[in-house]
Structures are given as structure tokens and as C-alpha cells.
């Protein structure tokens, strides 16, 4: 709906990028889901989950859709480009 609004979007999941979200910043899906297997794992081996800690996911991911920029007219910032995770071209 922002592509076809002519509107630049900004995500928290990278599947909004993928589908043509300008960018997408945030946790790592595959880590996300690793944690959760963690998690599944300890408590299928009896822990008590009253103890199981609260843990915060620890990568980031930057992805950039170029082809999204380049439909809105925007020029990403090499700097940018840089330092994204990925670059949808």
C-alpha cells in the first residue's frame, strides 16, 4: 500500500522489505527462532520455566530495497548502503 502511495515504508520484519518495504530494521528472525527452540528445549528437559532467564536477541538486521528507492525516486546513501545487512536490488 506505501509503494503504490507513493509513501517510503519502515519495518521492524524483514518480509516487509522483501516485499517492498523501502527498509527493515530489526531482530534477526532466525535468531528469533532459535531462542524459541531454546526455549521449547529446556522445558521439554523438565526446567522450571519460572527460571528460565529473559533473554534479548543480540543482532540487528538492516535490509535496504533498492528497487523500492529507486520506484520513490530516493537515493539511499552510500553510507547506508554500507552498512546494511543485505541490499534488495
Known sequence: MALNAKLPSVNGFRSHADA?????YGSSQTERWQLGAQY????LRNANVADLPIEQQSKLELIV?????????????????????????
Open 65 to 89: 530495497n533498492l528497487k523500492t528507492a529507486k520506484a520513490l525516486g530516493i537515493t539511499v546513501p552510500p553510507s547506508v548502503l554500507a552498512r546494511a545487512d543485505e541490499v534488495i536490488e
Open 20 to 24: 517492498g518495504g523501502l527498509l527493515s
Open 40 to 43: 521449547v528445549a529446556k522445558i
